[in-house]
């Protein structure tokens, strides 16, 4: 059964600051793994896909990598500003299905 | 190009009624999920609908919860006499296949709440 761990599960910076949000899958077999943004209380805001042939994926100061072999993702925010204080999700598609981890709450002082 | 499409937004319920929830899938897309995200806690799926049928409801309580994706019309999601612990959101998203290498574009969930 794939589970999806998201550590840490709250992360304070001050603003400027590189920081990198961990996830880890416990099954290797999955089809891709997607980042996801979610404000209080809104809906869920897709950052960025990455299909399992792939490496990596970049959408400005954002940067994901996958390295399913070791069950195991990372999101790059680069340069941090106070608007990225959000929640992050990451989920891993198996057959159909998204798998969740709990979130990374990030917090980001100005 | 509207994207996925849920109503209502914000849904109040007294214990006992009946919650309808609402998912409109983007155009071409024929493929349905339904999670819910009770508070403090993560995402769970509930259930997949393709057109006319239920693929998998693995995830959706067996009692009082049901789903459909009728021929014509959007997705529901129905909970009948709702009680306090059904208080979440329910997101929907949709797919316009089973290529499992497909995104599931999301709507924006209903926040139901169970007084």
């Known amino acids: 059964k794939q589970e999806v761990t998201q550590i840490p599960a709250a992360l304070s910076v001050p603003e400027g600051e590189n920081l990198v949000l961990n996830c880890s899958f416990t099954d290797s077999a999955i089809y891709n793994l997607q980042w996801f943004r979610q404000d209080p209380g809104k809906g869920l805001t897709s950052l960025l896909l990455?299909?399992?042939s792939q490496r990596e994926q970049t959408s400005g100061r954002l940067n994901a990598s996958l390295d399913k072999s070791s069950g195991r993702s990372t999101l790059y925010i680069a340069a941090s500003q106070p608007g990225d204080s959000a929640t992050y999700l990451c989920a891993v598609k198996g057959d159909y299905q998204l798998i969740w981890g709990a979130g990374t709450k990030l917090i980001i002082k100005p | 190009n509207a994207g996925v499409m849920q109503n209502p937004r914000h849904l109040v319920r007294r214990r006992g009624q009946e919650a309808r929830l609402r998912c409109s899938p983007m155009k071409g897309h024929s493929h349905v999920y339904w999670y819910r995200q009770l508070p403090e806690e993560g995402l769970k799926f509930m259930v997949y609908l393709q057109k006319e049928n239920i693929i998998d409801e693995s995830g959706m309580p067996k009692e009082r919860f049901s789903a459909e994706f009728p021929k014509e019309g959007p997705s529901i999601l129905r909970i009948q006499q709702v009680v306090r612990g059904d208080s979440a959101a329910y997101f929907c998203a949709s797919s316009p296949n089973l290529d499992s290498t497909y995104e599931q574009y999301f709507g924006p969930g209903t926040r139901l709440t169970v007084t």
């Open positions: 990455i299909q399992s």
